[in-house]
């Protein structure tokens, strides 16, 4: 089975600086990997996946993030947050067989400060 | 209207009440879920179902209920809940052995009073 550690509970940045959210996963076979965003009372929304090929994936809003297979990592960033970007952010991993299957992490809350 | 859509999106109940939560999806998945979202935990698979075929539940207690009459709608039957039954309740869908990942709906915000 897969699994999936966001070190960070809560991510304070000011508005306009970079942001880097850390996402670790363990698995014994190869994977796909989602970042996924939850607005306030809202149901989670995909940001990106990484599927194959090209290591850096771009998402919507600005966001990227880049799988690195030797440290077992998919660290989501943004060059410049906008207050609107204050949300929870969730990585969730999967096996390739693409069964019922996605394992999430506990979630990053992003807070943007003016 | 297209993606995931959950009715009611907020839902106060007595503890000896019963209700349902309600989702549809117009995306032509054959796989559905049902998630609790806690304040402060992880989210929590619930119930899956694959093909309107239950596969999975996880240790659910029984005054939850899950029902999926027809691959595009799911429903989440509650019965004599508990006041930490209270979170936000989510649906998904998917397309199985496709790696698109899940479309969640908004949620019902559930209060046990």
């Known amino acids: 089975a897969q699994s999936v550690t966001q070190l960070d509970s809560q991510v304070p940045v000011f508005e306009e600086a970079p942001v880097e959210l850390r996402c670790n996963y363990s698995s014994s076979v190869s994977v796909y990997l989602f970042w996924y965003v939850q607005y306030p009372n809202q149901g989670l929304q995909l940001l990106l996946k990484?599927?194959?090929?090209?290591?850096l994936v771009k998402g919507i809003n600005g966001f990227e993030a880049e799988f690195n297979k030797s440290q077992t990592s998919f660290h989501l960033r943004k060059p410049s947050v906008h207050i609107s970007d204050t949300a929870e952010y969730f990585c969730a991993v999967s096996d390739r067989t693409g069964a019922n299957n996605l394992f999430f992490g506990t979630g990053t809350r992003l807070t943007v400060i003016p | 209207e297209t993606g995931v859509t959950q009715t009611p999106r907020h839902l106060v109940m007595g503890m000896t009440n019963k209700k349902s939560l309600k989702c549809e999806q117009h995306?032509?998945?054959?796989?559905m879920y049902w998630y609790k979202q806690s304040a402060k935990k992880p989210l929590e698979l619930m119930f899956v179902?694959?093909?309107?075929?239950?596969?999975e539940n996880n240790s659910v207690p029984s005054r939850f209920s899950p029902e999926c009459p027809n691959s595009s709608h799911l429903f989440l039957h509650l019965h004599t809940l508990q006041p930490e039954d209270s979170a936000l309740y989510l649906c998904?869908?998917?397309?199985?052995?496709?790696?698109?990942?899940?479309?969640f709906g908004s949620g019902t915000r559930l209060t046990v009073v």
């Open positions: 995306l032509g998945h054959n796989a």
């Open positions: 998904a869908s998917s397309q199985e052995h496709k790696p698109y990942g899940y479309t």
């Open positions: 990484y599927l194959s090929g090209s290591t």
């Open positions: 179902y694959s093909l309107e075929e239950r596969v």
